[in-house]
């Protein structure tokens, strides 16, 4: 566990010999990316071993391991290092897996393409942020990772560097992510100057007892989570995740759907027992988790872009997570992060599977896709059963395990009631898409004429994801912990035995209300959008009000595009004119004027007329004469 | 030498000399005519040795410092005459003029 420094070196090493020399290597140096993801994967899964010895009996609380990076004595010593515990390795596994099954995916998606070798090398680069993200046991550490990432982020979604659409969505991504950032930093400043130190064990052990000045607290704990919002698409800083979609396939299931957007999960689990100390941020956490959750969920029924959809319902997926942390069930967080990896990536890879045998992404142009994808088909209804939430799908037990930590958490149950709300939302809106891509009647006849199943390489890995997505759910059980060498089921991994439920109780009344409002949501969704969806085009005509506004994502991205005509480009035209006018023309180039006509002025002083220089010196004889020797009388 | 303090002033000379200083200055102001202008720098010059030799003879006599001043600057006003009249000739030669005013290429 003290080598895990050894995992983001080994894609940083990859990173660097693609960028440098991939046009030379053979098939532009593909196989050196794989082969080191999966050494890095079979590296986690050591270390996986390494933490089961470690745990026991449940009491582990992690290992640290650093290196001296600044010293300045008594002012500035930095340490920075890994740090390894029960989360750490859950977000160890789900990347490098991940990470391994879209880079088999991409030989096959992205073939051909002119910038191949430079795809694999900045996918390199973003694991090997990502993993130094969660290894990170500092905060400056984990910062300098998480602008990484999101610089990959954005490399990779405006990878279409040809596409405005793509230029401008990479760009939408960085700057609302960034606005994120920003706050990130400050809070990350703030506990510097409070407790003098980064490292993020002993700022939690500081917090905990109470030695932080609340007040500072709580503003760093509002900025950390602004960062958290932003790159986890948490309300208002949403609007740069279904824009992302803009970037190749892969890219949308590596890291908007499986690890980046989790990254402020992941922050936010990491330093929950801080934000548990700040009064009312849990509630925030919840509160701003629900909007995002229902909103996607409201806004996911009416997109006509198949990626649009999975991309809603990532946002829907983050809210929950989000919520989860609120009432401060971690583990329930961790395992709905866990599963939701395999799900979301296997929807995203399966979705791009579909685009890339139908060259179409709008569901108008889709339908009848089932008989002619026999992989892809069934992987995207096993994935979307599971984002559902059907019983005994992964999706399932990670969502009752979230409402079992709302149940008996310490946010009150208005909050439990809303996710309730939104479970058949979300049932509903993965059914529709469902349907309309893949049963029915074909809409485009050209379009189903020419699909076809994806070659091996692309349905490999979503048939693995989409196993994964079936079992995954079932490591909560105590039986199957034992049987993979833990020494408890999922819950009594994460939380170790002081801390937290060591075993999964079920609330029976929620979940059988879970199972039966998913399956009527899903009844429901076969009876509006089946055979010629009727019942669809009543309810968009019942309420075109609804509709537009679903369909429109709430007019929140036309609101921040006026916010940013009127005041962001306004004030940067009243800054560019005092520039402008008053700094250059006034200032600098007034002054040399203004010299230069004094100069221009002067001139006349030379006559040429010896008599006036003759005046001249007498004059200054007689004024020496005075200043020099007039005082003495 | 008594005689010469019981009877004059030293005031009177330096009231002179400042007279006929001021009277040199204003012609080299005033005048037109480049030769005046050297005349009147002649007045100047000796002006000053008036001075000289009066604060020599009334302050310290037996120390000959303001007589020999007076002595190089009557020399040095001869050779500089000499060379200035030289230079007035070439200039109205050149320009037909002896007039400063009418001299003033050298100007802005």
Redesign the interface.
Known sequence: MGDAWVLPALPIAGFVVLLLFSPWLPRKGDWLAIGLMALAFVLVLVIGRDVQNAIGDGNFHGVARSWQWSNIPGALEIRMGTFVDQITLVMLFVVTLVATMMMVYSTSYMHGDRRYGWFFAIVSLFVASMLTLVLADNLLLLYFAWELVGLCSMLLIGYYNDKQSAAEAAKKAFITTRVGDVGLLIGIIILFTQTHTFNIQQILHMAEAGDINSKWLTGAAICMFAGACGKSAQFPLHVWLPDAMEGPTPVSALIHAATMVVAGVYLVARMLPLFEVVNGMPELITVIGLITTLGAALIGLTQRDIKRVVAYSTLNSLGLMMVALGSGAVGAAMLYLFVHAFFKASLFLASGSVIHATEEQEVDKLGGLWSKMPITAPVFVIGAAAMAGLIPLSGFWAKDEILAGLYHGPIDHAALVLVLISLPITALYMTRVVLLTFFGEPKDHHVFEHAHESPPAMTAPIAILAVLTVVGGFVIFEGVGKALGFHSGWLGFVYNAAEGPEQFKVVWWLSIFSVVSVGASILAGAWIWGGAAEPSKRAAAFSPFFYRMSLNRFYVDELYQLIIDKVVLASGRAVAWFDRAIVNDSGVNGTGEATGYLGFLA??S??????NY??GI?VGVVVIAIVAFGYRT | MESVHASIPLSNFIVLSSILFSIGVYGVLARRNAVLMLMSVELMLNAVSINMVAFAVYTAPTFFVGIIFAVFVITIAAAEVGLALAIVLRVFRNRGTANVDEIDTLKW
């Open positions: 001139k006349y030379q006559t040429g007329k010896i008599p003759a005046l007498v």
